[in-house]
């Protein structure tokens, strides 16, 4: 089993540059997608980026979550109602129905190099 793939992700339609993105990739269904020590990868780059790339991953399932921390507290912020007021987005960019897509609606299989797109959501 390959052990060297990289994973490049593209974020698409960030609100502004400001803060960060922070990431978290996970290979199974348990803790995603906001269960922090339950992902294998986690990290944070700069949002006038816009490209996370991840190396030495091996052949497998993976989902990964994304949060635009404009203001870099580390953590999804929400509005009086309970709705998040910062972007925050999925692998296979679903549609939110009601509440977060499961594991097996954001994977993807890697097994060579790939290279996806996230599209931000904001509420």
């Known amino acids: 089993m390959a052990q060297n793939n990289k994973l490049t992700i593209e974020i698409q339609g960030l609100r502004n540059e400001n803060g960060a993105i922070n990431y978290l990739l996970f290979d199974q269904e348990e803790g995603f997608p906001d269960k922090k020590e339950r992902a294998i990868r986690k990290n944070v780059v700069h949002a006038r980026d816009g490209i996370i790339e991840i190396s030495g991953l091996k052949s497998a399932d ?55 797109i996230i599209k931000m959501k904001y509420l």
């Open 62 to 116: 993976y989902a990964v979550v994304v949060l635009h921390d404009e203001n870099q507290d580390l953590k999804m912020n929400y509005n009086w109602v309970g709705f998040p007021t910062e972007g925050f987005g999925f692998s296979n960019n679903h549609r939110l129905l009601s509440g977060p897509p499961s594991f097996d609606r954001s994977s993807f299989s890697l097994d060579t190099d790939a290279h996806i």
